[in-house]
């Protein structure tokens, strides 16, 4: 992935986070994956298209997916029913949205598509031909990983 | 006043279109931004949210309020409060002789504040594109109240978020803005591309030999300070309260005599100052409540700043512990491997290890430690390896390049550490081709060098004469023009994983098989020759040996060719 992408990503998931929540994450190193992961149970999927085509993922345990959204909400929410989803997918839509207008800034244009949320137990991902840069996060209610898959369009 | 006058005139007369030479770039302005200084280093706001400036010496001081908050002001009616950024950074404040102080009134979505500052500058217009995103590598300090950097005119401006400032006198805790004004001042150590002196050792000169490594870990220095073990430790040093960073590694005063080398090019003479506060915080801070306002957002900037010194102090931890380790037992063969394994992440694998094992016959026995490790390839590395190209070089290329049948020609450079071969190659490729679109992927898995590589920047006595059409002055030194630097990518790429290249016309790979794993390296040769077109040209290292079904063996005075079927 460039190198001039990887910065937007990783701040806008740093400061929407830190908003949402009140309470800073704790980035952990990045690394490369090639993709094929097991998902934690809930994962959103947004696409990027563009400059580059791919797909950003937000990975995290349905736990974690529901204290995120409690707190977001401002209420306990203790099944994963559609204010929860949507809250979750909102959030993922704030951060690649931040990220997007970041790299805009930069010179690069990327389009988005609205999120999907998938939910389940022992699911997996997998992409062909492109890898995926991890950025792990680590908050209270839980560990969130995004998962950004772009390559160059051609 | 009258310098204030001739900046904005001459901003708002726009480019000289008398002596276009004079402005390089004719670029589009979509951002102005106030610029001052503060402790030595430039500073710029967004001229959206500055209302006006002034010199004013009549604050109302307030009592019972942070250190940094200096009192309210009388704007024409208008009560507004008025900080220090000199006190918020922690940094000794210039005082004018006749007690005036340059006064900028921040508007923000709420609220008006005043800001004190050193000395206002000009206003300084710029194309948003140029603002860069604060370095990766900041990816475990809080930089709160840093939007971006941007260069102009050879000076490194850091644009302020406004929007933090305004909102410091709410939630922040004080230690924040002593931690904020520590990072501050170690932020030309930590990128090296934004330093303050000229040519010096402190350049963006990783350490030579890691340069086409595909390790992951930040490099380790050897016995010197160089500059990424110094940035490794300068990222450690900003600490706040309770979080002594005081004796974990050796490598302190290595930053701290760094960053007073650099600091001492200044023109500020109380730079040294500087470094010394950066001493006296930590101790005095040891005394005082920890954050009156002290809450949530302190208490986990507490937690994640050890935990950065945690995973910093590990990768140094494990760096000295590969430096300490012997290889011992097995043959003098397994030795050396493993050594050059440890200290340089070099694999003795097929397409090397006849040079080895001659080269460990001559020497009599194995390397030990990395200095000695370093030597014991040195001459296998190829030419040129960590530094701009020789001309004879390019010119060998050129004349290899085929002529230009049709509308693209994709390079790829894998294993490009911090990229002096990959604006090697793009500057022959660009006096080669004057109708092709030319891209060059280059990657790299050490993500500290090629964040780097985009933003190269060279001193004086650094390139071949050849390079100079192709540099313009920068920051921290000679860049390339946009000419060359649109047309590579790079990216931090595993090659281990599947990659999402297009077709190549070209592959430069020196060197580079040597430092993947034995196992992985059939693996990593065939998605290389299999990405090649047919009639594209490899060239690997100088001497390393394959053989490979698809590739014929050509000759050439200074690579090792081969033509793909």
Same mark, same amino acid.
């Given at each position: ?80 029913? /559609? ?40 699911? /997996? ?12 996060? /680590? ?5 969130? /990983? ?9 | ?33 106030? &610029? ?70 921040? $508007? ?10 050193? &000395? ?49 006198? $709410? ?36 350490? $030579? ?70 001493? $006296? ?285």
């Amino acid at each position: 992935m460039r190198v001039e992408y990887i910065n937007p990503f990783v701040d806008a998931a740093f400061n929407i986070l830190e908003h949402e929540l009140a309470v800073a994450p704790v980035r952990k190193k990045l690394y490369l994956k090639s993709t094929s992961q097991p998902v934690l149970g809930v994962a959103v999927i947004v696409g990027l298209a563009g400059d580059v085509e791919g797909r950003v993922l937000f990975d995290m345990s349905n736990k974690t997916a529901l204290e995120i959204a409690s707190k977001m909400n401002g209420e306990t929410l203790t099944v994963m029913d /559609e204010l929860a989803k949507a809250t979750i997918m909102e959030l993922a839509n704030m951060i690649t949205g931040t990220a997007i207008t970041q790299l805009q800034v930069l010179g690069y244009s990327f389009d988005l598509t609205p999120p999907a949320i998938f939910t389940g137990d022992n699911m /997996e991902v997998s992409n062909t031909g492109v890898e995926a840069l991890i950025v792990p996060l /680590e908050m209270p209610q839980g560990k969130m /990983e995004i998962n950004v898959a772009i390559r160059e369009r051609v | 006043m009258e310098k204030v006058m001739q900046a904005d005139e001459k901003v708002l007369n726009g480019p000289d279109l008398l002596d276009p030479e004079k402005n390089e770039k004719l670029e589009y302005v979509d951002f102005k931004m106030v &610029t001052f200084s503060l402790g030595g280093k430039d500073y710029g706001i967004d001229i959206m949210n500055v209302k006006e400036i002034s010199r004013v010496n009549d604050f109302t001081y307030v009592p019972n309020t942070a250190e940094f908050v200096r009192g309210v002001y009388n704007l024409r009616g208008d009560i507004i409060s008025v900080m220090d950024l000199r006190k918020l950074f922690g940094v000794d404040p210039v005082i004018a002789k006749d007690g005036l102080e340059d006064l900028i009134v921040l $508007k923000g979505e709420e609220y008006m504040t005043g800001a004190v500052v050193d &000395t206002i500058d000009r206003v300084v217009g710029v194309n948003s594109s140029r603002i860069q995103p604060p370095h990766p590598l900041f990816a475990e300090i809080n930089i709160y109240f840093i939007k971006g950097v941007v260069e102009f005119e050879g000076r490194l401006y850091i644009i302020l978020d406004v929007e933090k400032i305004l909102s410091t006198g $709410k939630t922040i805790p004080e230690d924040v803005g002593e931690e904020v004004g520590n990072v501050i001042r170690s932020l030309p150590q930590i990128s090296s591309n934004f330093s303050t002196a000229p040519a010096n050792n402190f350049q963006n000169k990783p350490v $030579k030999n890691v340069n086409q490594t595909m390790s992951t870990a930040i490099p380790v220095a050897k016995s010197s300070p160089s500059p990424i073990k110094a940035n490794v430790a300068a990222v450690k040093t900003p600490s706040i309260t309770g979080n002594r960073v005081a004796a974990v590694t050796a490598s302190k005063p290595s930053s701290s005599s760094a960053s007073s080398s650099r600091t001492n090019t200044n023109k500020k003479t109380d730079s040294n100052k500087t470094t010394d506060k950066l001493y $006296k915080n930590n101790s005095t801070t040891a005394n005082k409540p920890s954050g009156v306002r002290g809450n949530i957002l302190g208490d986990v900037i507490k937690k994640q700043q050890s935990q950065t010194d945690d995973l910093v102090s590990q990768m140094l931890e494990k760096k000295v512990a590969k430096t300490k380790s012997v290889a011992s037992g097995g043959s003098k063969l397994d030795q050396t491997k493993k050594e050059l394994e440890n200290q340089l992440e070099f694999y003795v694998n097929k397409v090397n290890l006849k040079w080895i094992e001659n080269k460990l016959s001559s020497t009599g026995s194995s390397p030990s430690g990395y200095a000695d490790s370093e030597k014991f390839i040195a001459d296998f590395l190829s030419r040129s390896t960590s530094e701009l190209w020789s001309e004879v070089m390019l010119d060998e290329l050129i004349d290899l390049l085929p002529d230009d049948k049709s509308s693209t020609l994709y390079t790829w450079n894998p294993g490009c550490g911090v990229g002096y071969e990959s604006y090697s190659i793009a500057v022959a490729l660009s006096e080669r081709y004057d109708n092709l679109i030319t891209k060059l992927w280059a990657n790299d898995t050490d993500l500290v060098n090629v964040s780097m590589a985009p933003t190269l920047a060279l001193d004086e006595t650094e390139f071949p004469v050849r390079f100079s059409p192709y540099l313009e002055e920068g920051r921290g030194g000679k860049k390339f023009v946009k000419q060359i630097t649109n047309n590579i990518l790079f990216e931090y790429h595993d090659l281990t994983h599947e990659n999402p290249y297009p077709e190549m016309s070209l592959i430069i790979a020196r060197d580079l098989l040597s430092y993947i794993e034995a196992d992985k390296v059939d693996y990593v040769l065939n998605e290389m020759v299999s990405k090649l077109k047919s009639g594209g040209l490899f060239i690997a290292g100088e001497n390393e040996i394959f053989s490979h079904p698809d590739l014929i063996k050509k000759e050439s005075k200074l690579f090792n060719l081969f033509v793909k079927r």
